[in-house]
Antibody
Framework: QVQLVESGGGEVQPGGSLRLSCAASGFTFSSYDIHWVRQAPGKGLEWVAFMRYDGSNKHYADSVKGRFAVSRDNSKNTLYLQMNSLRTEDTAVYYCTKGGPTWIVLEYWGQGTLVTVSS | NFMLTQPHSVSESPGKTVTISCTRS????????VQWYQQRPGSSPTTVIY?????PSGVPDRFSGSIDSSSNSASLTISGLKTEDEGDYYC??????????FGGGTKLTVL
């Protein structure tokens, strides 16, 4: 079955960097668009970034544009989120999600990984 | 950018029907698909409705989605409420600039 397993979360100081990974299995990873979505503690969902199945298109929320970068390695069935210049307001659980049947549908979600930005 | 506004909370008794609204602030609700996600406490979200009114396999037909252009809103209706339906529900849509937006979420209590 479809599995998405995020890793790489942890605690980092403001201004620091972190790279999240999302290992996918149970489907043809190279054929599907992928999103990152985050959820601050006790808050709602916030869309972060999107990447087309072939890497041809990337889009970011205004709140992370210029600081975060999404990439994928289809040979390793893995998605990445490079997060730079982290701020306290970036503290959240970060989920990777499989798109489908159209790009905007977040069909399957991982269990999430917690990122804490604190001094 | 646009916003999606949902009621903060709704509550209803088991066996009854509840409807959660999602109002788009600008741009037509009918032009871009609306999705609905359920998040039970301590769990990741799951899709209950996609592309306005489509149900993923495994989601019971007690869940239905609709669009109302006159109020520029989408609705999620859950009939025959069960205690397992409790949780937070989020609507989601986008615009032509690929701004993806979630509503603020609605906490459903079945009491």
């Amino acid at each position: 079955q479809v599995q998405l397993v995020e890793s790489g979360g942890g605690e980092v100081q403001p201004g620091g960097s972190l790279r999240l990974s999302c290992a996918a299995s149970g489907f043809t990873f190279s054929s599907y668009d992928i999103h990152w979505v985050r959820q601050a503690p006790g808050k709602g969902l916030e869309w972060v970034a999107f990447m087309r199945y072939d890497g041809s298109n990337k889009h970011y929320a205004d709140s992370v544009k210029g600081r975060f970068a999404v990439s994928r390695d289809n040979s390793k069935n893995t998605l990445y989120l490079q997060m730079n210049s982290l701020r306290t307001e970036d503290t959240a659980v970060y989920y990777c999600t499989k798109g489908g049947p159209t790009w905007i549908v977040l069909e399957y979600w991982g269990q999430g990984t917690l990122v804490t930005v604190s001094s | 950018n646009f916003m999606l506004t949902q009621p903060h909370s709704v509550s209803e008794s088991p066996g009854k029907t509840v409807t959660i609204s999602c109002t788009r602030s600008s741009g037509s609700i009918a032009i871009n698909y609306v999705q609905w996600y359920q998040q039970r406490p301590g769990s990741s979200p799951t899709t209950v409705i996609y592309e306005d009114n489509q149900r993923p396999s495994g989601v019971p037909d007690r869940f239905s989605g609709s669009i109302d252009s006159s109020s520029n809103s989408a609705s999620l209706t859950i009939s025959g409420l069960k205690t397992e339906d409790e949780g937070d529900y989020y609507c989601q849509s986008y615009d032509s600039s690929i701004h993806v937006v979630f509503g603020g979420g609605t906490k459903l209590t079945v009491l």
